[in-house]
C-alpha cells in the first residue's frame, strides 16, 4: 500500500490559528509570604477560603500553599469540623 503525499494539507500559515500558549501565573503560599508558622483551628476566617462550597480542602495545585503549610492548614480545617465552627458540607 503507497502512503499518499500531505499535498493536499494546508500549510502551516494557512492553518487557523488556535489558542496560544500563556504561561500560568506563579502561585505563591500566602502564609509563608506573611511569615505564619502555625494555623490555629479557631480562625474560621481564614479557614473558609480553603474550603469550596462542596465542603472539601482545596488541594495545594489550587491554592498554591507550600507542603508545610498544606499539612498545617488540613489539619486546622479537620479540627476545626471536629469542633463544629466548621460545616462538614455547606447547605
Known sequence: MVRDERSDRP???????????FPPKRK??????RNIKA????????????IPDR????????????AFHQRRLAEAVKRARLMALIHFVED
Not at 28 to 33: A, G, H, K, S, T
Not at 55 to 66: D, E, L, Y
Open 55 to 66: 465542603g472539601r480542602i482545596s488541594p495545594r495545585r489550587i491554592t498554591g500553599t507550600c
Open 28 to 33: 505563591f503560599c500566602r502564609f509563608c509570604q
Open 11 to 21: 500549510e502551516r500559515s494557512e492553518r487557523p490559528p488556535y489558542r496560544k500558549y
Open 39 to 50: 494555623i490555629d483551628y479557631k480562625s474560621v476566617d481564614i479557614l473558609r477560603k480553603y
